[in-house]
């Protein structure tokens, strides 16, 4: 049995367009009442003061005094003159009457001489007042005021409008009303049409629950993801940043809002950031990493931003390194084979010639030689990865025509190396600072790369020195910036190598300083602290 399928929930474009439209309409319901009600009252007072002037103005008029005071009769002078007021005034009636309410006027001449419809005891106390009664023309708002001759009232007038008059009026005005308050609802409604279509557009017609789980999905998609997401507004502002980016930029959270040239971050790596150009795949250096870096632009109507995604090649780099060194090494004993199957030729060319003598003298000099470089390496470097680091750049600088010598006093035992000091550290600084030594030596006149490696009380002294061209003075500082070389570039790119060994010696607190060798060369000098695990704390108890 299939279940019937639940209507999905309106979007939120939607609700927000009924809210609205209803909320429109309501108000203009209310206004349209508020001002039927409060005309309705204006219309009545309207007509109240009308009638009022009315009256008091036959009261003061002194012909009417003086055809009531006269020997005559009234009616035939005050009928013709009530009907001309009721014509110019608006009124629908206008009776004058003596004191006992006995009329001499009336809108129906057959009216005449019949008692008023109606209260006149205030107007006979001298008061003018007003009142709603039914009289000969159904329900009027009439008012009644005396007639004085000096203090003594000789009679009343009482002028009206009838309240079907009034109420047509108001309806004339509700109508008004009405169509005004129609215009506002189909005005309003359009509006909201328009801004509410406005807004299904932005979000794509989806219903607030939709767009919450979106927003929740987003947000762990966002910071669950490893490599760095950075996302730009038009005014290279940070709009958005995932966990990922800020570990790998070595940010805060205080970074969104702020503008990428105020994050303190390499002089490259800003310049990538803000570069208006797509960039694909730059590998650039922070204070401790290695980040391939790529940027697309994007635009959205007049809002235009960038985004920004980053790749952590640290450790990749670092392999790299590793693995260029075991490809070197590789190399040199590949070179030795040769060298070595020439040697057992001559040997046994030697054996074959009857020269046995000549034959062990010179198998034994060569085994001499690199017995005597091997325990030249070994005593003055102990540490087991610096020594084989050593013994392969040592063939390999061979490989090249340079000359790799270590220092006499050079002195690194087996274990001074503390576990704070990575190996892989080691290797990146003293194996680039080689490979940049025998790459300038090449070509001098006597090719030769000194290498000095000791301890100095809590620092190890790593110091690498050549004889070739040297570095100018003007390029001190750029020497250790990334794509620095005086090399043409090669298929995978230079001048990584001094920034990787800058970047490795300020990750462990070291200092590295260039200066001129005293055979006119470059010598590096790399200190590094050697931070041993102490068992005491700093006030010297015991942990």
């Known amino acids: 049995m299939r279940l019937p399928l639940l209507p999905r929930a309106r979007s939120l474009a939607g609700q927000l367009f009924a809210m609205q439209v209803v909320l429109v309409a309501v108000v203009v319901a209310g206004c349209a009442l508020f001002t039927y009600i409060s005309d309705g009252n204006q219309a009545e007072q309207a007509a109240t003061r009308q009638a009022t002037a009315a009256a008091r103005a036959v009261a003061d008029a002194p012909s009417v005094r003086g055809a009531i005071t006269g020997d005559g009769d009234p009616t035939r002078t005050l009928q013709p003159y009530a009907s001309d007021v009721q014509r110019h005034t608006g009124v629908d009636f206008v009776t004058i009457m003596d004191p006992h309410g006995i009329r001499w006027t009336h809108p129906d001449e057959r009216r005449i001489g019949e008692r008023f419809l109606g209260h006149i005891g205030p107007a006979l106390r001298g008061r003018t007042f007003s009142e709603t009664y039914t009289g000969t023309l ?68 989806m219903n607030a629950t939709e767009l919450s789980r979106m927003h929740a999905y987003h947000q762990a998609a966002l910071h669950a993801v490893r490599e760095g997401l950075v996302m730009l507004d038009g005014q290279r502002r940070i709009a958005l940043i995932n966990d990922g980016a800020r570990e790998l930029l ?231 910036e990334r794509g620095w070389s005086t090399k043409p570039a090669g298929p995978g790119g230079r001048g990584l190598g001094l920034a990787l060994v800058q970047q490795s010696v300020a990750r462990n607190s070291g200092t590295l300083t260039l200066a001129e060798s005293p055979t006119g060369g470059a010598q590096f000098t790399v200190v590094l602290p050697l931070q041993r695990t102490s068992a005491t704390t700093p006030t010297g108890g015991t942990a």
């Open 138 to 205: 159904g329900p009027s708002v009439r008012v009644v005021t005396p007639i004085m001759s000096g203090q003594r009232i000789v009679g009343l007038v009482s002028a009206g409008i009838t309240v079907e008059e009034i109420s047509a009026q108001a309806r004339g005005q509700v109508m008004a009303v009405a169509g005004v308050a129609a215009g506002a609802l189909v005005l309003g409604g359009i509006g909201t049409y328009v801004i509410n279509a406005r807004l299904r557009r932005h979000t794509h017609g």
């Open 250 to 480: 070595g940010v805060g959270d205080e970074t969104v809002g702020r503008n990428v040239a105020e994050l303190g971050l390499p002089t490259p790596l800003t310049g990538a950031l803000l570069a208006a150009e797509p960039r694909v795949d730059e590998v650039h250096l922070t204070t401790d990493r290695v980040v391939v870096v790529n940027t697309s632009p994007v635009s959205s109507g007049d809002r235009r931003g960038t985004v920004v995604t980053l790749r952590d090649h640290t450790e990749l780099q670092a392999v790299m390194g590793e693995l260029d060194s075991e490809r070197g090494f590789t190399q040199a004993l590949r070179s030795q084979a040769h060298e070595a199957a020439n040697r057992l030729h001559t040997v046994v060319s030697l054996i074959e010639l009857d020269r046995a003598d000549e034959a062990v003298d010179f198998a034994t000099a060569e085994l001499e030689l690199a017995q005597t470089l091997t325990d030249q390496v070994v005593a003055a470097v102990s540490e087991p990865v610096l020594a084989a680091l050593l013994l392969g750049k040592t063939a390999q600088a061979n490989e090249h025509g340079v000359e790799l010598e270590i220092s006499g006093d050079s002195r690194i035992d087996d274990g001074l190396v503390p576990p704070t000091l990575p190996a892989r550290d080691l290797v990146t600084i003293l194996g680039n600072l080689l490979d940049n030594a025998v790459d300038a030596a090449q070509g001098s006149p006597h090719a030769k790369v000194t290498v000095t490696a000791r301890a100095q009380g809590d620092t190890l002294l790593l110091r690498v020195t050549d004889t070739g061209p040297g570095v100018a003075d003007s390029h001190t500082d750029a020497v250790f």
